[in-house]
């Protein structure tokens, strides 16, 4: 395989019109592959796609328990040079009862099945991690050591992600790769000052939360010291954007707790909640109207947030 090769490539990934940072990464990456003369076909779940959309199989039923099984058929059919697998553990996780079971144990069991077939074919199969954190529970090294070994390639966004790896594994991966995440283009963004005026927010200092609410952001963080922030800052504003990851049942005790916390809050009228899925227009339009963008995680990963920031001009 030459660096001149026209592929065909399989995607398999959450996509639009979901609003889902992994389906907007994906529709990005597809295109600038179509872009390099690339024939590119997405398998998805069941909400992916718009009618007439081309080369788009909604074949990812989260809820058959055996979800792998159509998938793997239905990229057998389309018989591609390579599959890349955009992962994170939330969207490959079936449905039990009314709850999506998220653990790494259980996802190892679906994802390794048609991984190794894909193996035993040699069909090359390439796989970028959403979520690599530094420090990794048990469950999550098991599975990472061996999803790993499965594939042919591994790709991550951030070096530490890589030296992480080694640490939490106890060996170096010799097929892992380091892609930076990539941003959006800002050809058509208004400017930071026009992008608060919309807003109401001109004369004001504004420091923004971004993503899906899960315990992990800790959001909470800069909610409870925020009273203090503007006593000394009083034109400070905080806006917390985001929402519960949909079946998450963390994310939607975690937004209830947050919701809470900014309605009892004595700085509640320094506060806004924009509550919601973005479209990636919307989210960098609203990133690109704050001043200051804060991460108090409480364990590290790689954010797509950050990104989009720094393309927008936004330190953090």
Known sequence: MNKNQKLKIVLV????????????????LVSALRKLGHEVHIVCHLDGGIPGEKNIYRAIDMRRYDWFVPMYRTIEKVDPDIVHIQHEFAIYTPLIGTKYDFSPENSFSFLADPILRWKIERRPTAITYHSVYSKMTLPEAIYYDHIMGLATANIVHEPYQKEGLTKNLGRKIHNIFVIPHGAWGLDKLLSKKEQKKIRGWEEKKVVGLFGWWEPNKAFERVIEIWPKIVKKVPEALLVVAGDARPGSPTGLAYKKKILGMISKSPAESSIRALVGAFSPEEHIEVISAIDLTVLPYIFASQSGNLAHAYTAGVPA
Do not use: E, V
């Open 13 to 28: 990934s959450t996509w639009p019109p979901r609003k889902c940072g992994i389906a907007t990464y994906s529709a990005d």
